[in-house]
């Protein structure tokens, strides 16, 4: 879990010097969408789920970037957005979550994901009658 941790970390940090390119955030979200992939072969643990939340979170950020440079980009932001969401959804499934559990995970997700990163239908399968509870929030 630490190189996905170090994956996190170098990602969150992508724009925050004065001097950085959209290449720094897309190899930045590259690496991120890798560790998380290499993570999740591992057995499923809350732990993992959590961290794999927070590399969530950090990617909506940075997709900002992404969305803003569209014109000069060469990852579009789904490419990193469906692994990370994929993994999310796996490891809530090989936990065995309970539908209560899950949505209030999304819920915080959505809530918190300002470039609509979570896509609840994505999570039907595993919310069942509970899907209808959750909905994206307006970001203005």
Do not use: F
Not at 24 to 30: I, L
Not at 40 to 47: D, E, F, K, L, Q
């Amino acid at each position: 879990m630490h190189d996905a941790r170090a994956a996190i970390r170098d990602a969150s940090n992508a724009t925050t010097g004065s001097r950085w390119q959209i290449s720094d955030v897309e190899a930045a979200a590259h690496q991120l969408a890798a560790e998380i992939e290499i993570l999740c072969a591992r057995p499923a643990t809350t732990a993992m789920l959590d961290l794999v939340e927070e590399a969530i979170l950090v990617w909506d950020d940075l997709s900002g970037h992404l969305r803003d440079a569209y014109h000069i980009t060469r990852t579009e932001p789904e490419e990193i957005t469906e692994p990370l969401v994929d993994a999310h959804h796996d490891l809530c499934e090989r936990l065995d979550l309970d539908a209560e559990e899950i949505g209030h995970r999304l819920t915080r997700l959505i809530e918190l994901c300002h470039h609509d990163t979570i896509d609840i239908d994505t999570y039907t399968d595993l919310l069942g009658e509970h899907a209808r509870t959750i909905t994206n929030p307006s970001h203005w």
